[in-house]
């Protein structure tokens, strides 16, 4: 039997972030999947649980739950993020950097 050849995830994801608006909605998602990552991380580092979390950043515990999940369809404020950061001891800065040409 002839053993056919796979093309992998990675291969197939860069031939789709050719196209501008696949790439747009990748890097949307993926940045908010960042945030999620990074406020559950802390969250957990400081050995808060979500409604600790949200008392202390003024609050409620499913905003904590829609923004440790990433959820877009309810985007947090930048408002939002700076005051779970505070509550957890961190300050928030933004850093822009220009894109590099080709780059996902």
């Not at 790439?23 to 957990?44: C, I």
């Amino acid at each position: 039997m002839k053993k056919t050849k796979g093309v992998s995830f990675e291969d197939i994801l860069d031939q789709q972030l050719q196209d501008d608006e696949i790439r747009m909605h990748y890097e949307e998602r993926k940045f908010y999947l960042q945030v999620a990552r990074l406020v559950a991380d802390l969250r957990a580092k400081k050995g808060f649980s979500q409604a600790q979390l949200a008392k202390a950043a003024g609050v409620t515990q499913p905003l904590i739950a829609r923004l440790e999940s990433g959820d877009q369809r309810r985007t947090p404020t930048f408002e939002t993020i700076f005051k779970v950061l505070k509550a957890l001891g961190y300050r928030m800065e933004i850093n822009i950097q220009p894109e590099r040409k080709g780059a996902a």
